[in-house]
T-cell receptor, first 110, second 113 residues
């Protein structure tokens, strides 16, 4: 079983839609959960991180962690064409590295 | 934007060549990482370093080697490149501590013919 599972999509939505991206993880010991955004031909950049369970909001983005079900979510409200990118969920591993899902490619159409 | 740099950005070489992918950061971060990323697949950790003279192999088996002689510099070397090494290589760094943001470079896209 992979440590982090993510549906790779692709996902195509119209501008203004609410986007829901999801991951599951296998190890209940994970405490830090991240969402990275990666534009084409660029390295990933941190979008949001959450410690333990709960919600975190930053503008149009909300990250949610449910440790009881080992489920990580990212919601994007009022999606914009500039949000078109690959979104990677990640958890912090024991060596300080990140364990990533496959990434979901999102396309927001004007 | 993160102060972490990778060169070259793109490299096409023939089988059997020795190559070094450069990674430098100006943030004074202790920890540095190399990940390999193939299309539609997860980033996989191939090497990491906790500081000068520290290098460790990651989860994904790799024929590459790394060195960490200076804090800011973490090059990756392939002694004899093969087509199976074709991939995107991403370098990252972070400060020490339980959790700190990991910053990524732009990546090197390597193609071995």
């Amino acid at each position: 079983q992979k440590e982090v599972e993510q549906d790779p999509g692709p996902l195509s939505v119209p501008e203004g839609a609410i986007v829901s991206l999801n991951c599951t993880y296998s190890n209940s010991a994970f405490q830090y959960f991240m969402w990275y955004r990666q534009y084409s031909r660029k390295g990933p950049e941190l979008l949001m991180y959450t410690y333990s369970s709960g919600n975190k909001e930053d503008g149009r983005f909300t990250a949610q962690v449910d440790k009881s079900s080992k489920y990580i979510s990212l919601f994007i409200r009022d999606s914009q064409p500039s949000d078109s990118a690959t979104y990677l969920c990640a958890v912090a591993g024991s060596q300080g590295n990140l364990i990533f899902g496959k990434g979901t490619k999102l396309s927001v159409k004007p | 934007e993160a102060d972490i740099y990778q060169t070259p950005r793109y490299l096409v070489i023939g089988t059997g060549k020795k190559i070094t992918l450069e990674c430098s950061q100006t943030m004074g971060h202790d920890k540095m990482y190399w990940y390999q990323q193939d299309p539609g697949m997860e980033l996989h950790l191939i090497h990491y370093s906790y500081g000068v003279n520290s290098t460790e192999k990651g989860d994904l088996s790799s024929e590459s080697t790394v060195s960490r002689i200076r804090t800011e510099h973490f090059p990756l070397t392939l002694e004899s490149a093969r087509p199976s090494h074709t991939s995107q290589y991403l370098c990252a760094s972070k400060r020490g501590g339980s959790y700190n943001e990991q910053f990524f470079g732009p990546g090197t896209r390597l193609t071995v013919l």
